[in-house]
T-cell receptor, first 109, second 116 residues
Framework: GQNIDQPTEMTATEGAIVQINCTYQ??????LFWYQQHAGEAPTFLSY??LDGLEEKGRFSSFLSRSKGYSYLLLKELQMKDSASYLC??????????WGAGTKLIIKP | GAVVSQHPSWVICKSGTSVKIECRSL??????MFWYRQFPKQSLMLMAT?????????EQGVEKDKFLINHASLTLSTLTVTSAHPEDSSFYIC????????????FGPGTRLTVL
């Protein structure tokens, strides 16, 4: 079956760095997405990885290892506004997104 | 950037009534639109995928006669919740892609439905 695993909740301190891990099992693979979702709002796109390696975009970076079925989202210089849920989603061979349950990130001052 | 709108943002209705939610792609043509439902503290659950001009493909467990989806044009898809009940209360989110195959999904702002 298809499955996405990510931690339910993480806590970090303002100004610090946090890494949110995601493992996936899908029928075929066409890339890995990370979305940010604030409470009561729709998800917003953060990153897309289809090749192995690290993609850096400002304070956010995303890593993919296809052989390990593993990705992580790295957030640097954490700000209070980064408190949100972070959704990992893998695209299968039918180009359908398989969603993880999301990781709630709590930022403390 | 690609913008997707949803209307209404929130709706309260009585049990047994039907509610229509509109999803529009404002600055691109959406070949494919997706409808999701999200319960509190849970992830997105894909309900159905619709391609313009064809019938929607529903996920297992989603009643197609209860959740009517129409994708009549390349910029508009509608979800009608028929004979709504309190258990249908949820956050409904649509997303759209400009083409088939890989394409980033652009999400609408969501519609919060409360059925009394």
């Amino acid at each position: 079956g298809q499955n996405i695993d990510q931690p339910t909740e993480m806590t970090a301190t303002e100004g610090a760095i946090v890494q949110i891990n995601c493992t996936y099992q899908t029928s075929g693979f066409n890339g890995l997405f990370w979305y940010q979702q604030h409470a009561g709002e729709a998800p917003t796109f953060l990153s897309y990885n289809v090749l192995d390696g690290l993609e850096e975009k400002g304070r956010f970076s995303s890593f993919l290892s296809r052989s390990k079925g593993y990705s992580y989202l790295l957030l640097k210089e954490l700000q209070m506004k980064d408190s949100a849920s972070y959704l990992c989603a893998a695209m299968d061979s039918n180009y359908q997104l398989i969603w993880g349950a999301g990781t709630k990130l709590i930022i403390k001052p | 950037g690609a913008v997707v709108s949803q209307h209404p943002s929130w709706v309260i209705c009585k049990s047994g009534t039907s509610v229509k939610i509109e999803c529009r792609s404002l600055d691109f043509q959406a070949t494919t639109m997706f409808w999701y439902r999200q319960f509190p503290k849970q992830s997105l659950m894909l309900m159905a995928t619709s391609n313009e001009g064809s019938k929607a493909t529903y996920e297992q467990g989603v009643e197609k006669d209860k959740f009517l989806i129409n994708h009549a044009s390349l910029t508009l898809s509608t979800l009608t919740v028929t004979s709504a009940h309190p258990e249908d209360s949820s956050f409904y989110i649509c997303s759209a892609t400009p083409g088939q195959g890989y394409n980033e999904q652009f999400f609408g702002p969501g519609t919060r439905l409360t059925v009394l």
